[in-house]
């Protein structure tokens, strides 16, 4: 039976909900063929994200890990590319951090790349109905943090892990100050992320490498 672990974020930015939670809490439990997946949420916090993160690997051991998060302005299943080792955050955290240009693993690699097959992700959701797409930057805040101490922490292991940025939920799009931005109805995120699982499982049942699928952007 592979182990399957899906993290997503408590609400961050003034906000009181996350959609990366409610997927990945939806998902707690489920069992796929041959999968079983456990939910573990993380704090919006640069000082406490990593020491959860390092507990639920050592106690849950995955085979498979897919990290969420919330991406205000994404209208996608937003399959990230590549985690950067560095910190910058645009806004403070949830206990008021916010730090400028500091590594999250200092003397680590710049960049570790997701071992999830992502393009094999893409074109499986699409296949699905779920737009989805891969993108370059998880940005410099807890997400990326979060994906970086991951791919660190797993580096050489075999697992398959990475991340993925979710819309807006309708609830929050609808109280965003500013301008106008996508979103997707819980059901149709938890949709879309069991779909994904579906796709990491079987793939890593088959053993297959990704598939060659343009993911790139022009600039
Ligand atoms: N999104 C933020 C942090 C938590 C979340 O859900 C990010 O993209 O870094």
């Known amino acids: 039976m592979l182990r399957i672990l899906v993290t997503g974020f408590e ?3 003034g906000q009181s909900l996350n ?7 939806a998902l707690n439990g489920l069992t796929l063929k041959g999968a079983q997946v ?16 390092q ?13 969420l998060g919330q991406a205000e302005g994404r209208c996608d299943f937003s399959v990230e590319r590549v985690a950067i080792n560095v910190m910058d955050a645009r806004i403070a955290d949830n206990a008021g951090a916010q730090p400028i240009d500091v590594p999250v693993v200092a003397g680590a690699p710049a960049a570790y790349f997701s071992t999830l097959p992502i393009k094999a992700l893409v074109a499986g959701l699409r296949a699905g109905g779920f737009p989805a797409s891969v993108s370059q930057s998880a940005g410099t805040f807890v997400c990326n943090q979060v994906f970086y101490a991951l791919q660190h922490a797993l580096a050489g292991q075999g697992v ?4 993925v940025h979710l819309p807006l939920l309708p609830e929050q799009a609808a109280n965003w100050k500013g301008p106008t931005l996508p979103s997707w109805p819980a059901s149709f995120q938890i949709a879309a992320a069991r779909q994904a699982l579906t796709v990491l499982v079987a793939h890593r049942q088959q053993g297959l490498g990704d598939v060659a699928l343009g993911g790139g952007t022009l600039n």
Request: glycine letters at 4%; charged letters at 5%; aromatic letters at 10%.
């Open 160 to 163: 398959h892990s990475g991340f």
């Open 19 to 25: 959609p990366s939670w409610q997927v990945a809490h």
């Open 11 to 13: 609400p961050f930015g």
């Open 38 to 53: 456990v939910s573990v949420q993380l704090p919006c916090v640069f000082a406490q994200a990593l020491p959860v993160l």
């Open 55 to 67: 507990l639920t690997l050592a106690q849950h051991r995955p085979d498979i890990v897919m990290a």
